[in-house]
């Protein structure tokens, strides 16, 4: 249940981008949930509107017209005041497509949704960063463990380059505009509680999620996350790594990070699964906590 004081600092109508995503549909059925109207837009061609459930419109975010328009009610049945808008919407990950497609349609559509909602004057806007943007896949390993927002991005991918251009934009689009609030959240590898099933089996090579130093979130404490980033009045534009507390393996984080990454210094003493993608700015800024673990709906492996 959202406390009161959360509560009255949300936003009363959001525009989500993306909102068939896996992050998506729970951001807006957890945003609708605490009393939010939510606009719900995702791509053209890829859903039929009278199948998704609530209020939803289909538009191509590399069209800005297209864009203005769902973010001034220009849509029939789709008017109202935009308060806020959460930009959801990518090619999810590298690989998926050749890397110009990504980056053409990543950065288009991302640039629209800030230069729409500075044309339509709205001030809020949350949008989905990465956590590949600190030097995912670890190939070279990381500074220091757990690994934070102190230090400036590495991105190993045209995925992530996209992401880290993102980040300047929004700070490019506050200095423009001082009353602006940009919240980039660099989500970790996104999960459902379907998806935990398949956890144990990590434990059998701790190689094999080291490319994000075993992190996920769990898209209902995504949720909670940008639901908290919506209710931030700080103006400017300011970026939170956004992970669940604890790490994919049973084995603990201390362990690992010895076997795996030796040679990398380890800045405080890890708790027995702490996350190695450290969420202390999120918890201390947003008073982001997360309420989910995949531990509480699979058996860990015995160590």
Known sequence: MTDPVLESALPGRVVVTGATGKLGRAVVAHLRDVGIDVLAVDRAGVHDPRDVD??????????????????????????????????????????LLPNATTFANNSAATY????????????????????????????????YAPIDEKYPPRPESTYSLNKVLEEEMARQFCRWDPELVMVGLRFSNVMDVEDYAKFPSFDADPRLRRWNLWGYIDARDGAQAVERA?????????????????????RSSASLMAEVYPGVEVRKELGEHETLLSIEKARRVLGYEPQHSWRDHVEPTSR
């Open 112 to 143: 629209n949704v800030f230069a729409a909602a500075r044309a339509a004057g709205i001030k809020r806007v949350v949008w989905a960063s990465s956590e590949t943007v600190l030097g995912l896949p670890f190939d070279t390993p990381p500074p």
């Open 230 to 250: 919506l209710a931030h009045g700080r103006p400017g534009a300011d970026v939170f790594i956004i992970a669940n507390a604890d790490t994919v393996m049973s």
């Open 54 to 95: 609530g209020e939803f419109l289909l538009a191509d975010l590399t069209d800005y017209g297209q864009v203005v328009e769902a973010f001034t009610g220009g849509a029939d049945e789709h008017g109202g005041r935009v308060d806020a808008v959460v930009h959801l919407a990518a090619v999810p990950a590298p690989g």
